[in-house]
């Protein structure tokens, strides 16, 4: 039927007595304790932290405060200062946003245009199709 709660879980117990019959409803707090964990390979660490850098360094060469910042890009100054450390925890959202506040919402449109790895392995494909004899 239901789930029995967990060791510790504030619950609470209605009774009710409907002729003769008892039932019992139990009613518990939900908690969500499982976070999600982002797990990146340590070069993507260190990029997002050079990324959350250069946007720093980027707000500050213009001279707008943390605050004025968290509040043009309509995010908590929390937000702002986790998307400057580099993060991986902030939605990609709010770093568009916060690109987008000091015009540089371009830059991440070139992020992944020129994929040189991409197009190697797509050439050694064509190559290997056409010393086979087959045209695709």
Same mark, same amino acid.
């Given at each position: 039927?239901?789930?029995?709660?967990?060791?510790?879980?504030?619950?609470a117990?209605?009774?009710?007595?409907?002729?003769?019959?008892c039932?019992?409803?139990?009613?518990?707090?939900?908690?969500?304790?499982?976070?999600? !964990?982002?797990?990146?390979?340590?070069?993507?660490?260190?990029?997002?932290?050079?990324?959350?850098?250069n946007?720093?360094?980027?707000?500050?060469?213009?001279?707008?405060? &943390?605050?004025?910042?968290?509040?043009?890009?309509?995010?908590?100054?929390?937000?702002?200062?986790?998307?400057?450390?580099? &993060?991986?925890?902030?939605?990609?959202?709010?770093?568009? &946003?916060?690109?987008?506040?000091?015009?540089?919402?371009?830059?991440?449109? !070139?992020?992944?245009a020129?994929?040189?790895?991409?197009?190697?392995?797509q050439?050694?494909?064509?190559?290997?199709?056409?010393? !086979?004899?087959?045209?695709?």
């Open positions: 039927m239901g789930s029995v709660p967990n060791e510790g879980e504030k619950c117990v209605i009774v009710a007595f409907v002729g003769e019959v039932y019992y409803i139990v009613c518990c707090e939900w908690r969500r304790d499982m976070k999600r !964990q982002t797990r990146l390979f340590p070069k993507a660490v260190v990029a997002l932290e050079r990324l959350g850098e946007i720093k360094l980027a707000r500050r060469r213009r001279g707008i405060t &943390s605050a004025l910042m968290a509040e043009r890009a309509d995010m908590s100054l929390m937000t702002l200062r986790a998307i400057e450390r580099g &993060s991986p925890k902030v939605a990609m959202g709010n770093y568009m &946003s916060v690109l987008f506040c000091l015009g540089m919402q371009d830059d991440m449109a !070139q992020v992944a020129a994929d040189l790895q991409g197009r190697d392995i050439d050694a494909r064509l190559l290997r199709g056409s010393r !086979q004899g087959g045209t695709r």
